[in-house]
Antibody, heavy 125, light 107 residues
C-alpha cells in the first residue's frame, strides 16, 4: 500500500526536543522531494520545511530556522524532523507529504500528492 | 516571504451552486500555485497544481485559473462531499506559503 506514516509526536516542555519520523512505503521514496507541513489547533496550514531527493537541498520557514532540521534516510525510506528549542507556538499536528518534482516548460511545481495522517506535537509545561 | 490572501474566509452555499474562491499573492508568482482541500480531522488533498492543472483523480467540477498575483478556484456545481476548507499554496519561492483558508459550509 502506498502510504506515509508519521510518528514521534507527544507532549514536551518548552525548550525541549522531539524527533518526528515519517515512514514511506509502496513507492520509490528516493524519487520524491519530501515536505513537512503543520497545523496548529483550529488554525490553517503552515509549510515548515522540505528536502531534495538526495538530501542535498533543504529549506525552512523562518520561524523554525536554526531550531528544526529536516533529514532523510533513503535506505530506510524515512523522513525526519528534529525539533529543538521547542516553543508553545510549535504546538500543531505535523504532516509529512511527498512531492513528485513535476516539471513543465522548465518550471518545477510542488504537488503534495500523498500525505500522512499527522502526528500531534504539544509544547506545554 | 510571499503573503497569500484568500477571500472569502468562509461562505455558505447550497448543493448545485457555483462557488468561486480567490487567492491573491503579495507579489507575482507566475502560475506557481496549488489548491488543496481539507476535511475536518483529515490530511489535505491536492486539487490543482500549476494554477490550472487538475490533479489526477480530482473531479472535473474543480477548476483553477490565474497568473501573476490573482488566482481563482471554481467548483462548478457544489456536491455534498465538497464541504470542506480550501487552501491555496504558492510554490514560486521559499518559504512556501499557504493562504489562510476558505471554509465552505452548507447553506
Amino acid at each position: 500500500e502506498v502510504q506515509l506514516v508519521e510518528s514521534g509526536g507527544g507532549l514536551v516542555q518548552p525548550g525541549g526536543s522531539l524527533r518526528l519520523s515519517c515512514a514511506a512505503s509502496g513507492f520509490t521514496f528516493n524519487n520524491y522531494w519530501m515536505t513537512w507541513v503543520r497545523q496548529a489547533p483550529g488554525k490553517g496550514l503552515e509549510w515548515v520545511a522540505n528536502i531534495r531527493q538526495d538530501g542535498s537541498q533543504t529549506s525552512y520557514v523562518d520561524s523554525v530556522k536554526g531550531r528544526f532540521t529536516i533529514s532523510r534516510d533513503n535506505a530506510k525510506n524515512s523522513l525526519y524532523l528534529q525539533m529543538n528549542s521547542l516553543r508553545a507556538e510549535d504546538t500543531a499536528v505535523y504532516y509529512c507529504a511527498r512531492d513528485p518534482d513535476y516539471s513543465s516548460g522548465g518550471t518545477y511545481y510542488d504537488i503534495y500528492d500523498l500525505w500522512g495522517q499527522g502526528t500531534m506535537v504539544t509544547v506545554s509545561s | 516571504a510571499i503573503q497569500m490572501t484568500q477571500s472569502p474566509s468562509s461562505l455558505s452555499a447550497s448543493v448545485g451552486d457555483r462557488v468561486t474562491i480567490t487567492c491573491r499573492a503579495s507579489q507575482g508568482i507566475r502560475n506557481e500555485l496549488g489548491w488543496y482541500q481539507q476535511k475536518p480531522g483529515k490530511a489535505p488533498k491536492v486539487l490543482i497544481y500549476a494554477a490550472s492543472s487538475l490533479q489526477s483523480g480530482v473531479p472535473s467540477r474543480f477548476s483553477g485559473s490565474g497568473s501573476g498575483t490573482d488566482f481563482t478556484l471554481t467548483i462548478s456545481s457544489l456536491q455534498p462531499e465538497d464541504f470542506a476548507t480550501y487552501y491555496c499554496l504558492q510554490d514560486n519561492s521559499y518559504p512556501r506559503t499557504f493562504g489562510q483558508g476558505t471554509k465552505v459550509e452548507i447553506k
